[in-house]
């Protein structure tokens, strides 16, 4: 891929980033290499130096290319911030915690994380030799007091998080982080590179789905790792590679097709959710509602400052208990009961029985009365119907 200028508007970065016209055709849409092997000119003489699919693709890397330019144009044009693109988000996390944890190695983890995360700190990670600790990320006090000093490693942010939507101050615990000698890395995946950029305010290494947001279109399993340090990013490639989990070249190129719309998509995310918002705070049957446009959000004026937006994901707690959530579940019919999140459509789910069920009896144990939405790009008012009919 040849050198990119320097693009600072995300609209752009993400149509022309890594997605020069083909050389040989002209295509204006880097071409599918489905393909799993290259042919030599002579040993040890590669064409573009590319030799297995798994160490290397033209598709993977457009993406990539792309992936870095939209998390940090600036360091992505100097080629010092790279992209990896994994065959899904918790692929990539496995890769990333591989490299820079050890056994006998410690993490401070969110104590709303993601289930998935928590599953690969506790069961897989455990089991190696590396613990944890859960921290309230909002409390920049308490992530430091859970730092063990020398042992710990990384500090694990998502903001917002999964599913309670509460939002950490990147910066602040990237000094926290970095005073102890441990990397900070942010799951993005809620926000999206339209709505934050994690390495311009001190993350050493963005993850994503690729899956949600950045695909977009409920139909791609990935992931994504960005690293600003390039010495890191050596590291990170070499395991990608040697670990194997990698994008395929299909996959890499339909999220590199999603991305082309992720800002007009965020805007429609965004701006249906606040409509929605709007509807729920005001409804009887809602106790509370989760969401950081909300001034009274307590990550609100975080939120404000280090996001454009807020994002298109809600969650809210349900009068009557668990079963009252349930059922507002099992009745919504727009809205698709479904795990996964950040496509076009719009979806509910239960996380205590769904996404976060692997939480469950742990101190990451979500409330039973919380259901969580996926706000999509139909028209809002027949989003707000569907709730209202769900709720009853």
């Known amino acids: 891929m040849k050198q990119q200028p320097t693009w600072t508007h995300l609209e752009t970065v993400?149509?022309?980033?890594?997605?020069?016209p083909d050389a040989l055709t002209g295509a204006v849409v880097p071409p599918i290499y489905q393909v799993s092997t290259y042919a030599q000119d002579g040993v040890g003489g590669l064409r573009g130096g590319y030799e297995y699919s798994r160490s290397g693709n033209p598709t993977r890397d457009a993406l990539q290319e792309c992936l870095a330019?939209?998390?940090d144009p600036v360091g992505a044009a100097a080629g010092t911030t790279r992209g990896m693109a994994f065959a899904?988000?918790?692929a990539a996390e496995d890769t990333l915690l591989r490299t820079i944890c050890a056994p006998g190695g410690h993490a401070v983890i969110p104590d709303d994380a993601y289930g998935g995360t928590f599953r690969l700190f506790n069961r897989v990670l455990g089991r190696w030799g590396v613990d944890h600790t859960p921290a309230r990320l909002t409390d920049v006090e308490a992530v430091a007091a859970a730092i063990v000093p020398g042992r710990t490693t990384v500090v694990w942010v998502e903001t917002p998080t999964n599913p309670l939507l509460r939002v950490a101050d990147i910066a602040a615990l990237a000094a926290v982080a970095h005073a102890a000698g441990a990397l900070l890395v942010?799951?993005?995946?809620?926000?999206?590179?339209?709505l934050q950029q994690p390495l311009l305010l001190g993350a050493d290494v963005v993850v994503h789905s690729t899956t949600k947001y950045l695909g977009g279109h409920s139909d791609v399993i990935g992931g994504a790792l960005i690293a600003r340090d390039p010495e890191l990013a050596e590291q990170l490639a070499y395991n990608h590679n040697?670990?194997?989990?990698v994008a395929g070249p299909f996959d890499s190129w339909l999220v590199l097709r999603g991305a082309k719309t992720?800002?007009?998509?965020?805007?429609?995310?965004?701006?249906?959710a606040k409509t929605v918002v709007d509807m729920l705070v005001a409804h009887p049957r809602v106790s509370e509602v989760l969401y950081p446009g909300l001034v009274g959000h307590d990550g609100h004026e975080?939120?404000?400052?280090?996001?454009?937006?807020f994002g298109g994901m809600v969650s809210f707690r349900v009068a009557g208990g668990e079963s009252s959530a349930l059922d507002v579940c099992n009745r919504a019919q727009l809205f698709t009961l479904g795990e996964s999140l950040g496509g076009?459509?719009?979806?509910?789910?239960h996380p205590g029985r769904m996404t976060h069920a692997s939480a469950a009896g742990s101190p990451l144990e979500v409330p039973a009365d919380l259901v969580r939405l996926s706000v999509g790009i139909e028209h809002v008012d027949d989003l707000v119907a569907d709730l209202e009919q769900a709720l009853g």
């Open 344 to 349: 076009v459509e719009s979806l509910i789910e």
């Open 262 to 272: 992720l800002a007009v998509r965020m805007d429609r995310h965004c701006a249906n």
């Open 242 to 245: 040697a670990i194997g989990a």
């Open 302 to 309: 975080v939120a404000v400052r280090q996001m454009r937006d």
């Open 88 to 90: 899904s988000g918790l």
């Open 186 to 194: 942010v799951d993005n995946t809620f926000a999206s590179p339209y």
């Open 69 to 71: 330019a939209l998390e």
């Open 14 to 20: 993400a149509l022309h980033a890594g997605q020069e």
